[in-house]
């Protein structure tokens, strides 16, 4: 498969690169996740992507000299901003938010390997973007086995041709990925490339006893086996995942009200917060209604705001958050840190909850 500036094996050098980077930032991955990697390659489906430039524009990048080694490179490559696609972008390019990439080829790595995918399991992906996961999917189980769903109508017809090309039929469809896609239900492995608070029960009904679910949950990737009592437990992947979230959410585009807010002094830095294994344990510790933007709070509930600028936070509504989060950090460092692998996650009719046993052996459970 060569490109118009391309050889095949350049083409082929450029996968065998990637592979090791990823070999050396996972670790011990199965060779099976390091074979899928080797063999399907990511540049048919990131033909023109986005290069966010140092005025805050994103500009289309299209095949140039440079264009294979970013492809080739383990980084997550911006696609659709706001709604736009690369592919339709002009050359002086869009300011605002991305709304679809290419994940981070590691990151990749490290959810597939914990899905641990066997040829022919049925597996449901939640979020098609450009389609590479979801070709990497149709490698490891086959194609006929593979459904991928996104939102957007362009990006699951793009992914669908582009994925034919490949030599994969998969089923690609716009739905709302929030309900799964009971039609081809039930699946052996459910994974999600875009982040959610909660998982939406349909991921958890639609996969089958001793299935598995690997998504972004609350900032890090959740691995649970289905129990045949209907539940779900797990635990969490080393590694921070900052995922797009799953859209109708419902709790993008706020503020923090600082017109209407007062401050004060704190003992703990605002850059705490810049820590992924703390922010982690101090959004467990804020609760399912706080939204947090790097050092910004927010509760859904009663309208509290917090906004943290070095040793001063700025604070509104009736709740001060910043004293959750200087509690979190006193109970983080009285229990050494705990790392989010260290946590157990369990889904059920109950409510979906984090779990945390202290040195001491007591558990602190947190609803998410
Ligand atoms: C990080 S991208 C996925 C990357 C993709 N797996 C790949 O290999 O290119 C996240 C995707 O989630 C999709 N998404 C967001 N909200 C969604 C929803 N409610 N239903 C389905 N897909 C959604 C976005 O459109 C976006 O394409």
Do not use: C, K, M, T
């Given at each position: 498969m060569t490109t118009l500036l391309h050889d095949d094996e350049q083409l082929l050098r450029a996968r065998v690169v990637l592979a090791s980077k990823i070999e050396r930032v996972s670790g011990a991955l199965s060779s099976r996740v390091v074979e899928a990697f080797l063999n399907v390659p990511r540049h048919p489906f990131v033909p023109v992507f986005y290069r966010l430039e140092q005025d805050g524009v994103h500009r289309p990048c299209r095949a140039d000299a440079g264009w294979l080694r970013e492809v080739y490179a383990d980084r997550v490559l911006v696609t659709e901003v706001d709604g736009v696609h690369a592919e339709d972008a002009g050359p002086e390019g869009v300011r605002g938010v991305a709304t679809s990439s290419s994940t981070l080829p590691s990151l990749m790595a490290d959810m597939l390997d914990a899905l641990d995918v066997r040829p022919g399991d049925r597996v449901l992906e939640i979020g098609t973007g450009t389609g590479y996961n979801a070709a990497l999917l149709c490698h490891l189980a086959g194609a006929a086995h593979v459904t991928t769903v996104d939102r957007a109508e362009y990006l699951v017809a793009t992914a669908r041709t582009r994925l034919g090309e490949a030599g994969f039929e998969a089923v690609a469809v716009r739905v709302d990925g929030a309900d799964g896609y009971p039609d081809g239900a039930p699946y052996d492995r459910v994974i999600a490339t875009c982040g959610v608070r909660r998982l939406p029960p349909a991921w958890l009904d639609q996969c089958v006893p001793g299935g598995l679910v690997v998504a972004p949950v609350g900032g890090a990737v959740a691995r649970l086996t289905k129990l045949p009592d209907g539940r779900a437990v797990g635990r969490f992947l080393h590694r921070p995942a900052a995922f797009m979230p799953l859209r109708g959410e419902g709790t993008a585009g706020w503020e923090v009200?600082?017109?209407?807010a007062g401050s004060r002094a704190t003992?703990?830095?605002?850059?705490?917060?810049?820590d992924p294994g703390f922010a982690f344990w101090a959004d467990l510790h804020l609760g399912p209604t706080v939204v947090r933007d790097g050092r910004a709070l927010r509760d859904f509930a009663d309208g509290s705001t917090a906004r943290a600028h070095g040793r001063t936070v700025v604070l509104g509504g009736p709740r001060d958050l910043w004293r959750t989060v200087e509690a979190a950090h006193r109970a983080w460092l009285d229990q050494?840190?705990?790392?989010?692998?260290w946590l157990t996650v369990e889904a059920g009719p109950e409510g979906q909850f984090v779990g945390c046993t202290a040195p001491d052996g007591s558990t602190v459970r947190w609803s998410l």
């Open positions: 009200a600082e017109a209407r003992e703990l830095d605002s850059y705490v917060l810049d050494n840190r705990p790392r989010r692998e």
